[in-house]
């Protein structure tokens, strides 16, 4: 087991809404918790502007993990430019993707919609795209494999993101993963974080393990909250060699 | 006033825990608004772990931006490395920082804490770092001046954060932003978004303008928010022209 490589994620949240701080950005927590549960480890979430300088960070997030996903900037208006920055970033020509096409006809069909030019630009997506659908809103989204990256380009409306994101991991990220990381917590009553250094100095030479403490006393009663989160299923031993720690210390696991 | 550089900043969130979905990232987003709120666009915002790969995102943030703002890892604890992470970043030494030191000193006297070596580490700081006194907490945070870029170091819990920054901003930020960038904001019913496009366009080439459209329609009126945001308080003059593409198109300013 020791030779399974965890996949690298990497989260792309693009949108200028974001950084002058109009517009909360919950896609990226949302998306670390779902990626952590399927067994993928979420490195970088980067949050940059719909401009020429997003195309760096998609190039670099492609060149350093196996996953990408992105959300952000694939509407009808001029600043939806994520298909272009991509485009730019892997050095692909954009095309209109026939699959991507049908789906906005589709949904310009229900809504009454006109196809504008605008609208048209939603089925543009780099040449290779698979297109994604979008149940909730218009924008497709788009799966693309590069080099040894599989990138998942979402749209910026949670509700949107969300439906699609479940959907296409399903499919492309299915296998990738194994599954949620272990993870054990608890709180020892009558330590404090000191008394734990010497095990946590140990454990944080296992960089495949996770380890959290935080003080949780009250006056006249340290505690300390320990978390332990590892991909690679090692949880119970680094758990046990913290409470080992505690107790020689004086703790007292809480609920005993 | 066209010569007026907008300073730019980077908000770089470090911590294991934000990026295993365990922890909701409220820090980047107050600050990316405070930010805002003085003048200073926000150009990136990046959460990266509590190791190595962080030196190289610190490195490329000092080299960027005029104002970096980091938070998170100044604790006691192993996993507590952000001094670290940036002294290598700069290429300076860890030193104990005198003034740190004596805050570190007087927290644990005022709580009965002993001055454990876990402790004492809270005082190191790359070379030529002011310390930042934290009134919430224990850690104290600090600013550090590179070449062109102010750092400002910052703890991860946000009361702690918020108060140090707040005092940290009044110091050393104060003059460097011309306070809130011009904001408007309006909904105009009886248009869809495509009637502003060439408006829209026209107003893209301005790169200090933001201008964001949003379908706001109800079955049977279509509506479309705009809003414009500027640091270089060129909002008038913009809004003005969407107007006019607005009332051209047969829309109608919600509320007159």
Known sequence: M???VIPRAWVITLGNEVLLGEVENTNAGWLARRLTSIGIAVRRIVTSP???ESIEVLREAVERADVVVSTGGLGPTYDDRTMYL???ALGLPLETNPRALDMVKRRAAERGFQLTPARLK???MPVGAEALENHVGTAPGAVLRHGSAIIIV???VPAEMMQMFDEAAEVYLRGMGRGPPCRREATFEGIVEADLAGALLELSKDSSVYVKTQPRGKPGM????ILVISFKGNCDEAFRRLEEAARSAGGRLLGE
């Open 2 to 4: 020791t030779d399974y």
């Open 50 to 52: 719909d401009d020429e």
């Open 86 to 88: 991509l485009s730019r």
């Open 122 to 124: 939603m089925a543009e």
């Open 154 to 156: 979402l749209p910026g």
């Open 222 to 225: 340290p505690a300390v909250r």
